[in-house]
């Protein structure tokens, strides 16, 4: 049994490990700064520290966010750094068993596709594995980033 | 032997623990210098040292000791009063000793000599500048302010050395170019020496915490050992003086609150000697400090309740606070856990006092406690103390900040200044006091927006140095200057030319932090290879000769200038307008027994200026120079108004053209000049010579 913590941007019900989350912020004001792929949000101040935020909205064929406004986030651990993800909200910690896991249906076609593993089958609804290492990619995120 | 050395290593500390008393009490009696009791305690802290540099026949301690002893003892008899000049002299005693102490602990042994009898024997300030002269040292105390002058200095070295290597350049004289690449290598090493020698280990502040352990033990009744990991990480003294006390307060309270009496450990199970470990490491550009305590953690329902009690939180929220939420409150203000307060930790100052003194150089701090098993804090700082005077400018938009170091001057631009903004295809330069400034639109380069050409919208222009040459940042508004922080930004920033960091604002909100050699760059302003150089300049050794250009300077009818590549010159000719003879609606001239078509300069780069730059010519001349230019399998004559000079030039000085036929552009006379690419400007051949 693992745990996974699951939260929605658009349409999207997504989940990652929940090892990988270090906070959960619900209302975050990230300071947009110019010159940056659609990929990079802004940057949040983290208690002092300087945290990068994504948002991969444009990835998924979505509207980024309007910076503007507070969001809600998850602070993810990358290593040495933490880095924000803009999500809409944040859902439940689910448990899940290893064969509840499915590779990525073939009908989900389009942007998405290269940045969810695959699903886990809950009891009412399937829960996405999104893929960490192509979220916090720092190149593949600049490169699909400015395609849009 | 080792256990000699080790008796040395705890003389050596006692020594320090001795003299940092002696301190403390010494501005104790600057108050009241006639206390009997303060009095005493000086000359037993020198006494101690006295007879312990006894034992271990360390002469030129025990001598300097006894000699403040003596003072002493004919203070503490009543036989003078303390004068503020004995106290200075005390104090030199006490900086003298320290010396020697770090001399013993470098070497296991004292230095041979003999300390100045005049500064032994009067009890005066000696008006000598140490008493130290004369003797071999290896170290020597600098103070602080001299240096941060110096270092200042050094920064204007390195804008001079800029200056002159520019000059020298346009020079083309091979002996100034050699002697200024000179002055590059040696500006360059010593502004490395300078930052060099503001970094310190930080087993500098820890140096004194085996003995504060030992002490605490002593007086709390706790058993405790101390581990040190990476105790010769450097970092900058301005830093180490930061977190030295932070250090002390957070292994005082690891004993105090977190190792447990040895008699509850052997119950808990653990080894009766607790651990504090001290941990440092380097990660890209900040340090990583940690303080662990193996003792009895943090329990957040006690925090929980204690904030209750305190009024912080409702019972409510405090039942919603997550466990590290919780825990991570004793950094409020006022907020202690001991059950009363303490001798050893509770003295008013609390975790959130180490907090803020953190912050305040730039770090963060947090706090990880594990009940039961010990409570870690970690401490991330940087690894020099960066605190920047900058600007803070608009985009219109967003706020960004520049380093002061990198502003000339603000000029407003808007009404008639900005018809001095001049266009040169997408390039836009300024004509300020006679010079041209190339200009770099803040928000066009950063949101990739086409350049605004009429600059109607009162904006602001930043003069800016980028490396030897300054250009000009228009924005939208100039609104204050700050000093702030710099911290670094995530990878995800990598790539991007435009920021150095970022920093967070009195204000709390987030500004980038410009990068005006990287904005220059991107915007062509100046080359990647200078940029280059400059970020790694002991790297770069002169460039050798052979990979720089004599570039022939040429003006045209207007006094626009060019350049051409000398190698691609065969000779400068002058001809006679009326040999010039028209083939095919070209220009051409019978010369040395072959026809040389010819291209006029003023056709061949299109005017693109607003305004001509000074009136043209308007009687046609006789002669003109024309400068016969060669391929692999023609001539050409370029006809111009004037040949100019020849100019040298390194890589470093061409950035990239802005538009065809443009090889690149230099800056010439103070000039933007272009250097012409003859085998785009030539291409494609006229057909001048088909059959008729």
């Given amino acids: 049994m693992k745990h996974r913590c699951g939260f929605y941007i658009g349409d999207f019900f997504f989940s990652v490990p929940l090892e990988s989350v270090r906070e959960v912020l619900k209302k975050a004001v990230v300071a ?27 990835r998924l064929g979505l509207a980024p966010k309007p910076s503007a406004e507070p969001g809600a986030l998850l602070l993810l651990d990358d290593g040495d750094e933490s880095v924000g993800l803009s999500i809409d909200r944040v859902g439940d910690v689910v ?52 395609e849009k | 032997m080792t256990n000699d050395a ?10 320090h ?34 007879g312990t540099s006894r034992m271990f026949d360390f002469r030129r301690v025990e001598k300097l000791s006894h000699a403040a002893e003596d003072l002493l003892s004919r203070l503490r008899d009543g036989q003078a009063v303390l004068s503020t000049d004995n106290v200075n002299w005390l104090l030199r005693v006490v900086g003298t000793l320290r010396q020697r102490l770090a001399g013993i602990e470098k070497a296991g042994a004292e230095e041979p000599g003999e300390d100045d009898p005049v500064f032994l024997n009067t009890p005066a300030p000696p008006t000598d500048p140490g008493p130290t002269s004369g003797i071999a040292e290896n170290t020597l105390r600098v103070n602080v302010t001299v240096l941060d002058r110096l270092m200042a200095e050094v920064g204007e070295l390195v804008l001079t050395r800029n200056r002159v290597l520019q000059w020298s350049t346009g020079r083309g004289d091979p002996e100034i170019a050699l002697r200024s690449q000179q002055l590059n290598g040696i500006t360059t090493e010593i502004q490395h020496q300078v930052m060099q020698m503001r970094l310190q280990p930080i087993g500098q502040a820890w140096n004194k915490v085996p003995r504060l352990v030992r002490d605490l033990c002593a007086h709390l009744g706790k058993k405790a050992r101390v581990v040190m990991e990476g105790a010769d990480t450097e970092l900058d003294k301005s830093i180490l003086e930061a977190i030295r006390d932070p250090l002390t307060h957070l292994v005082r309270n690891a004993l105090d609150h977190g190792i447990e009496p040895p008699d509850l450990r052997a119950r808990l199970g653990k080894p009766a000697e ?35 009690q305190k009024g912080l939180h409702s019972a409510e929220e405090a039942g919603r606070l997550e466990d590290r939420d ?53 401490i991330r700082i940087p690894l020099t103390l960066s605190i920047v005077p900058t600007l803070i400018v608009s985009d219109g938009q967003t706020d960004f900040a520049i380093p002061q170091t990198h502003v000339i001057e603000l000029v407003r631009l808007g009404g008639e200044r900005a018809a001095h903004v001049e266009w040169m295809e997408d390039a836009a330069v300024f004509r300020l006091r006679g010079r041209l400034l190339p200009l770099v639109f803040l928000r066009q380069a950063l949101r990739r927006e086409p350049p605004p050409r009429s600059a109607s ?34 990878r995800h920033f990598k790539g991007l030319p435009f920021y150095e960091g970022a920093s967070i604002l009195g204000d709390g909100r987030v500004v980038p932090i410009l990068d005006v050699m990287g904005l220059a760059e991107s915007a062509h302003v100046i080359s990647a290879l200078e940029r280059t150089h400059r970020l790694a300049p002991a790297a770069a050794p002169a460039p050798p000769a052979e990979k720089r250009e004599v570039l022939l300077l040429v003006a045209g009818v207007d006094d626009s200038r060019a350049a051409i590549p000398l190698d691609r010159v065969d000779r400068v000719e002058e001809i006679s307008t009326a040999a010039i003879e028209r083939v095919g609606g070209r220009e051409m001239i019978q010369y040395r027994g072959e026809l040389l078509p010819l291209h006029r300069l003023s056709n061949l780069l299109k005017e693109r200026r607003v305004r001509p730059r000074s009136t043209p010519a308007s009687e046609p001349m006789e002669a003109l120079p024309v400068v016969v230019c060669r391929d692999a399998r023609n001539r050409r004559g370029l006809v111009v108004h004037r040949i100019l000079e020849m100019v040298d030039t390194a890589p470093g000085d061409r950035r990239p053209g802005s538009r065809h036929g443009v090889a ?6 103070g000039r933007i000049t272009e250097i012409l690419d003859l085998d785009v400007l030539f291409e494609p051949l006229p057909s001048s010579g088909g059959p008729s």
């Fill in chain 2, 457 to 490: 919208t009162a904006q602001t222009l930043v003069v800016l140095r980028a490396g030897a040459r300054p250009f000009g940042l228009v924005v939208h508004r100039a609104k204050d200057t700050e000093e702030i922080v710099e911290k670094p930004l995530g």
């Fill in chain 2, 664 to 669: 690149g552009t230099i800056i010439a006379r």
């Fill in chain 1, 32 to 58: 947009p700064v110019p010159g940056t792929p659609p990929t990079v949000a802004g940057l949040l101040n983290l208690r002092g520290a300087i945290v990068t935020v994504l948002d991969i909205r444009s």
């Fill in chain 2, 326 to 378: 919780a825990v991570a409150l004793v950094f409020r203000s006022g907020f202690s856990t001991a059950e009363k307060v303490t001798e050893v930790s509770g003295r008013g100052i609390g975790l959130d006092v180490v907090k803020d003194n953190i912050e305040k150089v730039g770090g963060a701090i947090e706090i990880l406690s594990a009940p039961g098993r010990g409570t870690t804090f970690q």
């Fill in chain 2, 274 to 308: 607790g651990t504090v470990s001290l941990r440092a490491e380097h990660e890209s550009g900040w340090v990583l400090l940690e303080i662990t305590d193996d003792g009895a953690g943090i329990d957040p329902a006690r925090l929980r309740e204690r904030a209750i």
């Fill in chain 2, 17 to 50: 623990e001795n003299l940092d008393r002696i301190e403390a009490l010494l501005l104790l009696l600057e108050k009241d210098p006639r206390s009997p009791e303060t009095l005493a305690d000086v000359f037993r802290a020198f006494h101690t040292i006295k």
């Fill in chain 1, 95 to 146: 448990g899940v068993e290893e064969g509840s896991f499915e590779p990525l249906p073939e009908t989900l076609r389009g942007p998405a596709r290269s940045l969810i593993q695959g699903a886990y089958k809950l009891p009412d609804r399937l829960m996405l594995a999104l893929d960490l290492d192509a979220v916090l990619d720092a190149e593949r995120s600049m490169a699909e980033g400015s």
């Fill in chain 2, 6 to 15: 080790e008796y040395i290593k705890e003389f050596v500390l006692e020594g």
